[in-house]
RNA sequence: GCGGCUAUCGUUCAAUGGUAGGACAUCGGUUUGUGGCACCGAGAAUCUGGGUUCGAUUCCCAGUAGUCGCCCCA
């Protein structure tokens, strides 16, 4: 081991042994001398509360999120310009505007369109109070505030149907995992003023569009229908006396859910509950005419986009806007099913918090979850253009004229990387390497004199100098060499 | 909200009841102002708080965070 290794090393543990005999000190003090361990407390305490003011003793910052937050960082965004891409240009070929809501609104709006009795607003609701006592939360999904702003704005005017698209941060306060987060994005699609399963039909392959674009494979609709005002009652009142029937065969949750939501009990997972499910009456087959016309048209619109889906009568979805259709999208892989999405119509939302009557449908997609299957798959991923130029700089007064050489660049829209700050030559070119620039303009004190640069072409090593106000001259007919030669390989 | 597992440099992988080590990455250098390879060097970590111990990064407890299963969903 080199000689200053070893000493720093030495010093080092030095350090170490000192502070742990510190702490050891303080601790033998404390243990055998209780009483003068809280008064000497006592003591340092009066000190610094004499001389630091209260309100300046700063806790230390924790250095991480809260639970279920996170960075996305540098290195993943090339996956979500690609999701950002592909939402911009799906949601304007399919007639969407853009609408962004606020992250807050008042609490009682996800109440009354959620649902009170969903685990959404019961357990999962970020609310607080203003100071201007106003009962607010954050919002926990986009289509409440999106209903909302539709009905203030007066947006039934319009031609229908309205097509609106948002995407932004929601709010779930819940146990954080992976791909399941308290702050997570999601894409929303939403279309009203229309009943027609046609639309039921456009907005899944819509969902399906965008997914397949994004690379990702094995995707599966899970589709149900779970009927309307007129026919659900029934439905229910069905279900229930038969779940009631088969009351100790569930599990605890099931049975409270069986007063406030039995609907529900179709979508437990214990095994127990699923057995009793499986023989349940079916939403299906206890439709009214409508809603099972509904349900048929759309399964043979389906069928013609060939859209891959599965019935599934135990989805019932955990919003209670929802009528009629409502859907999840999976994507399957090792045996294994997550969602991605899901959404279904809403043909009472708007008229429940205060609209006149609309029927409409509408989708979310969870972009964490797509982010994360898509590093999976190794999809395609958006990466920006890379500079193909970079400015070396030697003294002073080089680096004032190549501040000003990479400005020109900008405005003729040249890519350029630059690394001002450092000083030798060969670390910048190191560098130049390390970014696969192809060529490398050098300005020394000669240079920057002479009013010339030298251009370097790092392909080939050579390299000239040339008067400075003919450098962009050059470097384009470098670079236009270059895309020709690549066409003609392609 | 319930249960299981985990926590070491920026990343990744070691090791240890007694000075925590490597690889990758970063930064600097290998004779004047020229990259890739090679070589040399530097900085950089035991999640937090308690307990046991002469001594804890290691053992125990709690907290925090991550992760997996459940619940739920996106």
Known sequence: MPRKKAAKKSRKAAVKRKLSGKKYARKKFAKKNPRKRTAAAKATNKKSSGAVNQSQVVEP?????????????????EYWNRIRQVLDKSYMRYGFQRIDTPLVEFTNLFIRSIGEGTDVVDKELYSFTTKGKDRVSLRPELTAGIARAYIQHGMNVLPKPIKLFSVGPVYRYDRPQEGRYREHW???????????????????????????????????????????ADCRDGYVDMLTSYFESKKNKLCRTCKDRLKNNPLRILDCKEDKCVQVATNAPQTVNHLCEGCRNHFKNLLEYLDELEIPYMINPQLVRGLDYYTRTVFEIWTLEDGKKKSLGGGGRYDNLIANIGGEPTPAIGFGLGLERVALEMKKVKAKSYEPPKPKVFIAQLGNLAKKKSLNLFATMEKSSILVAESFGRGSLKSQLRMANKLGVEVTLIIGQKEALDETVIVKNMTTGTQETVPIEKVINVIKKILKIKPVFNGKKN
Do not use: H, W
């Open 186 to 228: 999601q894409a929303n699609f939403d279309i009203f003023g229309e009943d027609d399963p046609v639309l039921d039909a456009q907005i899944m392959q819509l969902a399906y569009q965008v997914l397949t674009s994004l690379g990702i494979k094995n995707i599966q609709f899970q589709v149900n229908t779970i009927g309307c």
């Open 61 to 77: 910052i924790l250095l991480q999120p809260p639970r279920g937050m996170k960075d996305i960082l540098p290195g993943e965004q």
